[in-house]
């Protein structure tokens, strides 16, 4: 069945530093990949998206490939804030619509 | 465009107490999704629901857990005689027709004694 992998948290990291969350996949077919975020007490807010293989998705400066060959689709962002400190979670959605999600990565980044 | 409401934001119930979580979808959206956030843990899947008809419940306990999204007003996740097992959050969400991204609401949190 479809399933999804996220690196194990917590994440700590200094402001400005380089953060990667990874996340694979296992899918039929080809299903489109999430990443969502959730700050704490808050539901979830859709951080980006990628619809097909090579996409990029973007926005405020996080970023995730879409990648086939490795079946993985790994956050990025180049210097992160205080600001970003929440739960990260991947997602894939399947064939009936509805969304897969990780088991979610917390990040704490510290001043 | 208001967002995905979602009440009461807490709900604390006793063992045996039913409880009745509310979800209103955004304007124009006729896709509910029900999720749970158990402590420490990621999304499970509950239930999938358009106006009227449930597409898809297979994350649903079979007892105790129903669900409904009629053709007016909000939908509506049921939990009878509730148990410590159940204290969890519960997340819904909602989606437009044809587009696969949702939009969550901030969740009930419910705690039972």
């Known amino acids: 069945g479809n399933s999804v992998t996220q690196m194990e948290g917590p994440v700590t990291l200094s402001e400005e530093a380089f953060l990667t969350i990874n996340c694979t996949y296992t899918a039929t077919g080809y299903p489109s990949l999430f990443w969502y975020v959730q700050y704490p007490g808050e539901g979830l807010q859709l951080l980006l998206k990628?619809?097909?293989?090579?996409d990029k998705g973007s926005n405020k400066g996080f970023e995730a490939t879409y990648r086939k060959e490795t079946t993985s689709f790994h956050l990025e962002k180049g210097s992160v804030q205080v600001s970003d400190s929440a739960v990260y979670f991947c997602a894939l959605s399947d064939q009936g619509g509805k969304l897969i999600f990780g088991q979610g990565t917390e990040l704490s980044v510290k001043p | 465009n208001a967002g995905v409401m979602q009440n009461p934001r807490h709900l604390v119930r006793r063992r045996g107490q039913e409880a009745r979580l509310r979800c209103s979808p955004m304007k124009g959206h006729s896709h509910v999704y029900w999720y749970r956030q158990l402590p420490e843990e990621g999304l499970k899947f509950m239930v999938y629901l358009q106006k009227e008809n449930i597409i898809d419940e297979s994350g649903m306990p079979k007892e105790r857990f129903s669900a409904e999204f009629p053709k007016e007003g909000p939908s509506i996740l049921r939990i009878q005689q509730v148990v410590r097992g159940d204290s969890a959050a519960y997340f819904c969400?909602?989606?437009?027709?044809?587009?696969?991204?949702?939009?969550f609401g901030e969740g009930s949190r419910l705690t039972v004694l």
């Open positions: 969400a909602s989606s437009p027709d044809t587009v696969r991204e949702l939009f």
């Open positions: 990628a619809t097909k293989a090579d």
